[in-house]
């Protein structure tokens, strides 16, 4: 039986996410909005600020034996980098990178006494480019791109798989927030997609379907991209 954590489920991919794995297994998830997480009718929820140290959630992950992880909860700054506080980029990097290496920590003994689990990180595209005024950002999904490349060695023999997938923009409410805080509009992004479109978060909900089934079981280590073609150029 599969028992799957979905992190930062309250709204976005997240919420995408949790709502179609909900028949898969049995479906825990976690966020700040307690409102929102119920209307998810999960098996179960745990209330969450994965920018301080979650260790509410290492208890709630191995109470419950997770044996599938997602780790999509995240933090988007748009800022010059001297106008970065410390205390944003400690936050930035605690959310996006330190957080999802916690949760994985508590998450894997089980996974190896079982000798089953799946991890999937939702990482950027911005993680493999770069993007300027959004360098914590970038650095801190790079930094997962790294940490599921060596966890997937690591984890092998264990029959557990770690995969990133790199979404590029995405209709959500994360989304339209960073076009607010850029300088472009949404018309001159869309205008630099090959495909003319953002992303729908269902999209990559189905692509992290794909990624915990069976028929996925030889894929790990890698960094997907789901960007209508923005990682290739314009």
């Known amino acids: 039986m599969l028992n799957i954590l979905v992190t930062g489920a309250s709204k976005g991919i997240g919420r995408a996410i949790a709502l179609e794995l909900k028949n898969y297994g049995n479906l825990y998830v976690t966020g700040r909005n307690e409102s929102l997480l119920k209307s998810i009718e999960a098996k179960d929820f745990c209330i969450a600020d994965l920018s301080d140290i979650p260790e509410n959630l290492g208890d ?26 410390y205390n944003d980029i400690l936050k ?30 939702i990482g950027s595209i911005s993680g493999l480019m770069g993007e300027a005024y959004a360098s914590m950002y970038s650095s801190s999904k ?5 940490m ?3 966890l997937a060695l690591e984890l092998a023999e264990f029959n557990i798989t770690v995969n990133t997938i790199n979404p590029g ?27 003319k479109r953002f992303v729908q978060p269902k999209e990559v909900a189905k692509l992290v379907k794909y990624l915990i089934s069976e028929d996925a079981k030889s894929i ?7 960007c209508a073609g923005l990682s290739v150029g314009t």
């Open 60 to 85: 709630f992950i191995k109470r419950n034996s997770i044996n599938v992880l997602i780790n999509n909860a995240g933090e988007y700054i748009y800022s010059d980098i001297e106008k970065m506080t």
């Open 92 to 121: 930035i990097h605690k959310t996006n990178l330190i957080a999802p290496a916690y949760l994985i920590s508590q998450a894997v003994p089980y996974m190896k006494t079982t000798k089953f689990g799946r991890i999937i990180n």
């Open 142 to 146: 790079a930094g997962l791109l790294g």
């Open 148 to 150: 599921t490349k060596a």
């Open 169 to 195: 923009w995405v209709d959500t409410e994360l989304g339209n927030n960073s076009i607010e805080q850029s300088e472009f509009s949404k018309d001159e992004i869309i205008e630099c997609i090959p495909q």
């Open 220 to 226: 790990t280590g890698q960094g997907i991209n789901i």
